[in-house]
């Protein structure tokens, strides 16, 4: 790690790209597939199938999914290097290092193919904007 290395903020969005940030939030609520309650059976606090169940009820975040799919269909055609940097930033949500190391960028880049990103989904999740076609991502996440 480079010492006095400018600080970044990931988390920064610009006004413009505040709504399609929230539509990423809800989206990465409905993509997330891990259980949040999850532990290993071997711990202390594990609790059982049923029980997990009746707590998983309680505090599921609700999210528009037809919203979600909207934005999945539009991160899907985003370039890969925007795409890669929109789902670690909403979804995997780690240090930008492993991100860094896998996209072969800097961390100003990482910043701005986040930055760029938002403003593709900006322009592609506008009324009156329609896919030409249906892609599946592949290998994403």
Same mark, same amino acid.
């Given at each position: 790690?480079?010492? /006095?290395?400018?600080?970044?903020?990931?988390?920064? &969005?610009?006004?413009?790209?505040?709504? &399609?940030?929230?539509?990423?939030? /809800?989206?990465?609520? $409905?993509?997330?597939?891990?259980?949040?309650? $999850?532990?290993?059976?071997?711990?202390?606090?594990?609790?059982?199938?049923?029980?997990?169940?009746?707590?998983?009820?309680?505090?599921?975040?609700? %999210?528009?999914?037809?919203?979600? $799919?909207? &934005?999945?269909?539009? &991160?899907?055609? !985003?370039?890969?290097?925007?795409?890669?940097?929109?789902?670690?930033?909403?979804?995997?949500?780690?240090?930008?290092?492993?991100? #860094?190391?896998? !996209?072969?960028?800097?961390?100003?880049?990482?910043?701005?193919?986040?930055?760029?990103?938002?403003? #593709?989904?900006?322009?592609?999740?506008?009324?009156? $904007?329609?896919?030409?076609?249906?892609?599946? %991502?592949?290998?994403?996440?």
């Amino acid at each position: 790690m480079v010492k /006095n290395a400018k600080y970044i903020d990931f988390h920064r &969005v610009e006004p413009h790209q505040v709504e &399609v940030d929230r539509r990423l939030k /809800n989206w990465a609520g $409905w993509v997330i597939p891990r259980n949040p309650g $999850w532990v290993s059976p071997m711990f202390r606090q594990y609790r059982s199938e049923e029980k997990l169940a009746q707590v998983d009820k309680r505090y599921r975040i609700t %999210c528009d999914v037809q919203d979600a $799919w909207l &934005v999945e269909k539009a &991160v899907c055609h !985003l370039p890969m290097h925007h795409r890669d940097a929109i789902r670690w930033a909403y979804v995997v949500r780690n240090t930008p290092s492993a991100p #860094m190391r896998e !996209l072969g960028v800097e961390r100003d880049t990482l910043a701005r193919l986040l930055r760029d990103g938002r403003q #593709m989904l900006v322009t592609t999740l506008s009324p009156g $904007w329609q896919f030409a076609e249906m892609r599946v %991502c592949v290998g994403a996440g």
